[in-house]
């Protein structure tokens, strides 16, 4: 893969990586130089541009198509960076209790007493370098490296929410309870995420944070990252849909949120776009109207009320209960009256099946989609047992489509799937390469709407070392060091620090979608000219 540098002209990107066909990853010399081109495309985005997204040495810019991302490389080569100016306004103070169990370790780790780390801590401002791991988690830098620690050998499965923590050069707060493999000092009382906010995140890049010694805090519970009951719509008497059973896991989706990489929250969305999108076709919604993804067969609605629906996808038979019980084809409208239930079986071939109907899956947005995002916790919850989704008025059309054909879907023989090389594929030689596109993956069952997790025979990195996080997008091939690859999908976090070989085509990554569990993957590299 070619990397296009500039010369020795200060202020200006020092290199442009390609990620995928639709994205572009800019080098910098320095955090000052990452917060600066943050903020330009923040304050002034280029045309095309759809998201941003600043790590520990890169930014990565995202656009809307390929033919965007290659204006959006001319531009950023010619862009002058300009250091934003700086107020006390931004100052973000956080008051912390130093009382975390792994105080005396970092102690001990520094050379410091557990009073010096506290002042080491409070004694110097601290800024947002990027976001990622977690709505609300800012991983932010200090202006000394006395409390740069490594992270801890074995992460703990559950970090509580509020923990203060040090990992590596970085300090920051979990936002709400999950794993976590750096060291906790303290905790705080500050909401780092709260959707009631009009800016949801307490710090964001680019911001000032000054960590504040006190004697206690308020506790303040986990905040969901999930709008209240009451406004998913949920309960009876409404039209639309009852859940009866959801099968393995059934989420809402819609075409998913973009634009809120700074704030550590990625697109998600149907993974087999194409598919919700012909559903909501055949029931004369909006392109972007929600509707039910489901996996492997096994969701069970009953109508309440009559309803319009359609199921795209994974092929299934379909299965209506009523006074006079009958099967229905897939990709066609159909009536499902007051009372009838409807049955997706188990796929015979594909992996995900979508219902969309007419008017679309009515739940509450989250930063403007109605999308389940697994890995952040944004959005609808999985569906339950008795819950009702109501029908709302997303329609662009007062006619139903006609049946549509479906494309092949993957069974039992090989995937195939084409791969950009880059943005790290100097990480690995040519025969890292040639086992890549050379060997049959298989997916295994670890696998989620995060990633897939494949299993094989392991690559090999020619480099020692780990590479410092980066943004990273839907279709990257992420090689931790066991070397078996992970497939990131639309739920994967934003930012990553294993080396990225290549980049699934924007346009196969409905087809990976399908790709069940137990199935068999082969890519294949092509190119593409930034």
């Not at 010619?78 to 934003?84: R, S, V």
């Not at 203060?164 to 909401?191: D, E, F, K, N, Q």
């Amino acid at each position: 893969m070619e990397v296009e540098t500039r010369g020795s002209k200060p202020r200006r990107i020092r290199a442009l990586r390609p990620v995928g066909t639709r994205a572009v990853l800019a080098e910098l010399d320095g955090l000052k130089d990452v917060l600066a081109l943050q903020d330009m495309l923040t304050r002034a985005p280029l045309p095309g541009q759809v998201d941003v997204v600043a790590a520990a040495e890169t930014v990565m810019v995202v656009g809307e198509s390929a033919s965007a991302i290659r204006a959006i490389r001319a531009r950023l080569l010619e862009l002058d960076i300009t250091t934003p100016e700086v107020t006390g306004s931004g100052l973000v103070v956080i008051d912390t209790v130093y009382d975390g169990e792994d105080l005396t370790d970092v102690a001990g780790i520094t050379g410091l007493s557990p009073d010096a780390v506290v002042a080491a801590h409070t004694g110097q401002v601290w800024t947002v370098a990027f976001a990622g791991f977690a709505p609300g988690f800012g991983y932010m830098v200090g202006q000394n490296d006395v409390l740069t620690v490594p992270r801890r050998p074995s992460p703990r499965t559950a970090v509580p929410a509020g923990s203060v923590a040090l990992g590596g050069p970085y300090s920051a707060v979990y936002p709400r309870s999950s794993p976590g493999g750096w060291h906790l000092i303290g905790r705080t009382g500050a909401r780092m995420w709260d959707l009631e906010r009009t800016q949801p995140a307490l710090v964001r890049p680019g911001d000032r944070v000054q960590y504040r010694a006190v004697r206690e805090v308020v506790n303040v519970a986990a905040v969901s990252t999930r709008p209240p009951e009451s406004e998913q719509h949920l309960g009876s008497g409404l039209s639309g849909l009852r859940i009866l059973k959801p099968g393995a896991q059934s989420l809402v989706e819609d075409l998913g949120r973009r634009g809120y990489g700074p704030l550590g929250v990625s697109a998600a969305g149907a993974l087999d776009r194409a598919s919700l999108r012909r559903a909501n076709r055949l029931v004369g919604n909006a392109a972007s109207a929600a509707a039910i993804e489901s996996v492997n067969g096994g969701l069970v609605v009953e109508a309440v009320g009559d309803q319009m629906v359609a199921v795209t996808g994974a092929p299934s038979t379909l299965t209506v209960r009523s006074s006079s019980n009958r099967t229905v084809p897939m990709a066609t409208p159909f009536v499902l009256l007051d009372g009838e239930v409807l049955t997706v079986g188990p796929p015979e071939c594909g992996f995900r099946s979508y219902l969309a109907v007419r008017g679309g899956v009515d739940v509450a947005e989250v930063l403007g989609s109605r999308s389940a995002d697994t890995m952040s916790g944004v959005g609808p919850a999985p569906l339950v047992p008795g819950q009702v989704l109501p029908a709302g008025g997303n329609t662009v059309s007062a006619a139903v489509g006609s049946p549509e054909l479906q494309p092949d879907f993957p069974s039992t023989g090989v995937t195939v799937l084409e791969v950009v090389p880059g943005p790290r594929d100097d990480w690995f030689d040519s025969s890292a390469i040639e086992s890549l596109t050379s060997q049959e993956w298989v997916v295994t069952p670890q696998s989620n709407r995060v990633g897939m997790r494949l299993d094989g025979t392991p690559l090999q990195r020619t480099r020692k070392g780990e590479l410092p996080s980066e943004g990273t997008v839907a279709g990257a091939l992420q090689i931790p060091p066991a070397g078996l690859p992970v497939l990131f999908l639309a739920d994967h976090p934003i930012t990553g620090g294993y080396p990225v070989i290549g980049v699934v085509r924007e346009e196969h990554l409905d087809l990976a979608a399908q790709v069940p569990i137990g199935g068999r993957i082969r890519f294949g590299l092509t190119t593409f000219t930034p």
